[in-house]
């Protein structure tokens, strides 16, 4: 095939369409707009260069393909020094695990481990435990007088701290801020981030390498039974200079803090939105709590709380039509390839019953979501739970959501007893 162009009048539409993701209408529902994206065909060209995909198989392709990287510190440096992938922010997000390639990324993700059985039957005692004391801090609030209260800030925000921060031994003390920094980080990740939104993420990334830099100097000088001490052993063994060896791990603990806070909570969010808003699926799932998996995967797919996953291209080709450049970047729009009527009948209805719910939100390939078995967890345990132990909750207002396009958030969640 050969390249395909877009007249100019497509690319301001595009821009358009760009525009109004980023207003508060869009952010509180993006879909009708993605479909507009969709309808132009599955891969078409970004206003400020590279390309956009909505096709679900396209993106899924992407994902496992070896032509198709990461954008990682090697790919940032080549983008020039007064550039977004030149802010601080950016050069220590491209040090960690989610922005390696291999050999590098097979190397970390090896001493990192991973969520075994055993692991995740030890940290469901954990999450139950949590997310029975959420429960029931949520459960005196709403029984105690106050007519509603924020979900969001009372258990989704809170259940994803509580169980990474006490599984890698942070103190609780610190978890606040810890879960602010991490809100703070994410602009660099961003689809197109702002220059004040960019110093944002600078000023929070550089408050958690300081953290986590004295915390691993005092866990050395205390090994333990915790991920942390685990790391640093395996570290030295694999790299005789110490401050090598303290780098890589300080790149993996913050890896595994972000991935476990910002994500997790906008999943759990979510699936407690949908939950709440309509009647009917609270009594389904009070009735049938073996559908809680299917629930969740279908929150995964109906909305993820990633939108958007950026590749570059390992070597010129084409994609679906398009001459693609060695380094061009593809935005994958995970969020819009979710609905594709291609791949989900009836995409734009939330169904749990569905047999098989293929999605992306995790992402795939060898960069298949390290965390996802605690996500499911978490979100498994709070279902569970919640349709148990609690009379049907409803929405008091639709939530407003964070100004973010790649990076779904939900500010807040009110809820009131039935």
């Known amino acids: ?59 899924d392709r992407i994902l496992r393909s070896s032509d198709w990287l990461e954008p990682d510190k090697s790919w940032r440096d080549r983008q020039g020094p007064r550039t977004r992938w030149s802010a601080p922010s950016s050069r220590e997000i491209g040090n960690t695990m989610t922005a390696l390639n ?109 953290y986590f830099t004295a915390l691993i100097r005092d866990r050395r000088d205390h090994l333990g039974d915790d991920p942390v001490s685990r790391w640093i052993e395996t570290w030295d063994a694999m790299e005789p200079d110490r401050d090598k060896a303290d780098e890589a791990v300080y790149s993996l603990v913050l890896f595994v803090l972000l991935a476990a806070l910002e994500t997790t909570s906008t999943m759990l969010s979510t699936t407690a939105l949908l939950l709440v808003e309509e009647p009917t699926r609270w009594d389904l799932l009070a009735a049938r709590p073996d559908l809680v998996p299917a629930f969740v995967e279908e929150t995964l797919r109906y909305d993820p709380p990633v939108h958007v996953i950026s590749r ?28 594709d009527p291609a791949k ?30 605690l996500a499911r967890l978490e979100a498994h345990t709070l279902l569970r739970q919640l349709v148990a132990r609690l009379p049907r909750l409803t929405l008091v207002r639709r939530p407003p959501r964070a100004p973010r396009v790649a990076f779904r958030r939900l500010l807040s969640l009110d809820v009131a007893l039935a």
């Open 102 to 210: 291999p050999p590098e990324h097979t190397r970390v993700r090896r001493a990192a481990g991973g969520f075994d059985r055993t692991t995740i039957q030890r940290l469901g005692r954990t999450v139950s435990k949590i997310t029975d004391g959420l429960l029931d801090s949520l459960t005196e609030r709403l029984r105690g007088g106050e007519e509603e209260t924020d979900f969001a800030a009372l258990v989704s925000e809170e259940l994803p701290i509580a169980t990474i921060g006490a599984w890698l031994g942070l103190p609780s003390a610190d978890w606040p801020r810890l879960r602010e920094l991490t809100h703070e980080q994410v602009f660099t990740q961003e689809l197109l981030p702002s220059a004040s939104q960019l110093a944002r993420s600078d000023t929070a990334m550089a408050e958690l390498r300081s």
């Open 312 to 339: 570059v291209a390992a070597k010129a080709g084409v994609l679906e039509g398009f001459e693609v450049g060695a380094d061009d970047m593809v935005h994958l729009m995970v969020g819009a390839a979710h609905r």
């Open 1 to 59: 095939m050969g390249s395909l162009t877009t007249p100019s009048s497509d690319r301001r539409a595009t821009v358009s369409l760009f525009s109004r993701l980023r207003t508060a209408q869009g952010q509180a529902d993006p879909f009708d707009i993605y479909s507009e994206l969709r309808s132009r065909g599955g891969v078409s060209p970004a206003p400020w260069g590279g390309h956009l995909v909505t096709s679900f198989d396209a993106c």
């Open 344 to 373: 989900h009948p009836d995409p734009e209805r939330f169904d749990p019953h569905r047999k098989v719910v293929p999605h992306l939100a995790f992402s795939g390939g060898i960069h298949y979501c390290l965390g996802a078995p």
